[in-house]
C-alpha cells in the first residue's frame, strides 16, 4: 500500500482486489453495486447537467430494456468487437464483472464516465478519451461463448447444465481457414457507435475493469454499417454493392419474434428474449474482385452493382439466390455486419480488408448453420471469401436496473 503523499505513477495489479479497486468497488464485495459505485462524471463536452441528458436527440440509447440493445438497434457506423476468455472458475469473480461490465456500460451509453479522472497520485479509473464526445448512440451487447459453459475435461463454473441448446460449436464448413487465435471466447462484447473513439472508449475500459478476471483474446475494429432499419439508406460495402437488402428490419416485430429473439422451447428461461451472435471474420481477396469485370461481380452477388436491383437472368449459384429465405426453408437472419481492414496481405499485397459478419438468430441450428451449409463452396461469392475467424455466442435479454447482464443465469 503505497503511503499518503507517495506519488504512484505504475500500473494497478491484476489481483482480484485491484480488480475491484480500479473499478471503484473496493468493499463491496461481490454482492452488489451500490448507488455511488462508480463515480459519476459527464463524457459530454461541458461536463454539465444539460449535456448529460438522456432525450433522443442527445444521441442515447437506453441500455436497460426487455432486450439488450445493439440488436434491434438500427446499426451505427463504427464497431468495435472484444472475444475474453475468464481467467480462473470462480463464479463469484464471474457474478462480479458482469455486475461491473453492466453498471459501467449503463453509464456509458448516457454519455457519463465510469468513474473518476480527476485522480491525482492513482490512475483515472476512466481512461478519459471520450471526453467532449458525448453518448453517440453507444450500444454494448455482451454474450456468453460456448466455453463458458465448460469443456470435455472441466465444468469450471459449474453451468454446463444451462447450456442453451442452440448454442452449438460452429461446424468445419468448406472453404473455411479459421484461425484459433482470432476465435471463440468465453465472453464477447459488441460495441457499436456512430464516434470510433466512442466505441473504443467502451471497449478500451471494460477490458481495464475486468483485466484481473477475463482477458482478451482477440479485438476487431469495424466501419460501414450493415443497414437493418427501414430509416436508414443503403450503405456500401468495400466490395461496392449495397450492404442490408433483403435483410430483417429491427422495427419487424413479427420478424424478430419469429428469427431472433430466442424463445421456448428451443431456449432455456434465462435465454428467452435474447439472441444467438454467429460471429464470422470473412477475408476479402480485394485484388480478385478488383481484377473481375461488372458482369462477373453482378453474376457473383444476384444484383445490379450501382441501382441494387436484383438481375433478369440471376445464375443459380448467385449469393443472394442460395442465401435466400425461399432456398431455405423460409429461415432468416439478421445481419449487422463491418467492413474491417488490417494491414497488408503478405500474399498478395492488397489490403487485408473484409467483414465483420455479426449475424444474430433464433437457433442457430436452424438458421446460421443450414445457411452457410448452401453456401460455402458453391454460391458466386465463394472465389472471393474465406472465412478465417468463427465464433458464437449466447446473448441474454435485457436487464432492467438494479440488475446485471445474466442475472438469470448466475443468480
Not at 459449474?158 to 468465453?186: M, Y
Not at 453456401?375 to 436487464?399: K, N, Q, Y
Request: aromatic share 8%; charged share 15%.
Amino acid at each position: 500500500m503505497s503511503h499518503l503523499g507517495q506519488c504512484h505513477t505504475g500500473p494497478v495489479k491484476s489481483t482480484r482486489r485491484g480488480f475491484l479497486q480500479s473499478a471503484g468497488l473496493t468493499g463491496l464485495g461481490a454482492s452488489g453495486l451500490g448507488a455511488s459505485a462508480l463515480a459519476a462524471g459527464s463524457l459530454a463536452a461541458g461536463a454539465g447537467p444539460a449535456a448529460a441528458a438522456t432525450t433522443a436527440a442527445s444521441g442515447v440509447v437506453p441500455f436497460y430494456g426487455p432486450h439488450q440493445a445493439g440488436i434491434a438497434t438500427p446499426s451505427q457506423n463504427y464497431l468495435q468487437f472484444a472475444a475474453l476468455d475468464v481467467i480462473g472458475n470462480s463464479v463469484a469473480d464471474l457474478r462480479a464483472l458482469l455486475k461491473i461490465w453492466t453498471e459501467a456500460a449503463a453509464r456509458m451509453t448516457r454519455g457519463e464516465a465510469i468513474g473518476a479522472m480527476r485522480t491525482g497520485s492513482r490512475p483515472p479509473v476512466d481512461t478519459g478519451e471520450a471526453v467532449g464526445h458525448g453518448p453517440n448512440q453507444l450500444t454494448v451487447t455482451f454474450g456468453f461463448g460456448p466455453t463458458l459453459f465448460g469443456t470435455k475435461e472441466k465444468d469450471r463454473f459449474g453451468l454446463a447444465k444451462h447450456r442453451p441448446a442452440p448454442l452449438v460449436d460452429l461446424p468445419r464448413f468448406t472453404g473455411d481457414e479459421i484461425q484459433a487465435s482470432i476465435s471463440g471466447g468465453d465472453l464477447g462484447i459488441q460495441v457499436c457507435a456512430n464516434d470510433p473513439q466512442v466505441a473504443f472508449h467502451a471497449v478500451h475500459d471494460l477490458i481495464k475493469q475486468g483485466i484481473s478476471i477475463a482477458q482478451p483474446k482477440w479485438l476487431l475494429a469495424g466501419f460501414g454499417r450493415t443497414a437493418n432499419s427501414f430509416e436508414q439508406a443503403l450503405p456500401r460495402n468495400l466490395m461496392g454493392f449495397q450492404d442490408g437488402t433483403a435483410n430483417i428490419m429491427g422495427e419487424d416485430d413479427a420478424a424478430m419474434d419469429d428469427f431472433v429473439w430466442a424463445a421456448e422451447p428451443a431456449s432455456p428461461p434465462w435465454m428467452r428474449g435474447g439472441s444467438y451472435l454467429v460471429a464470422r471474420r470473412i477475408k476479402l481477396a480485394l485484388g480478385l474482385w478488383d481484377g473481375t469485370s461488372l458482369n462477373g461481380q453482378e453474376k457473383a452477388i444476384g444484383r445490379t452493382k450501382l441501382g441494387g436491383d436484383e438481375l433478369f437472368n440471376m445464375p443459380a449459384t448467385a449469393h443472394i439466390l442460395l442465401a435466400s429465405p425461399q432456398r431455405n426453408h423460409g429461415q432468416q437472419i439478421m445481419r449487422r455486419g463491418y467492413s474491417y481492414v488490417d494491414g497488408v496481405d503478405p500474399v498478395t499485397g492488397d489490403a487485408a480488408a473484409g467483414v465483420m459478419f455479426l449475424v444474430y438468430q433464433a437457433d442457430p441450428r436452424r438458421q446460421f448453420i443450414p445457411i452457410q451449409r448452401r453456401l460455402a463452396g458453391r454460391d458466386g461469392l465463394s472465389a472471393f471469401v474465406t472465412h478465417i475467424g468463427s465464433s458464437i455466442f449466447a446473448c441474454p435479454p435485457g436487464v432492467k436496473s438494479g440488475g446485471y447482464i445474466g442475472q438469470q443465469l448466475l443468480a
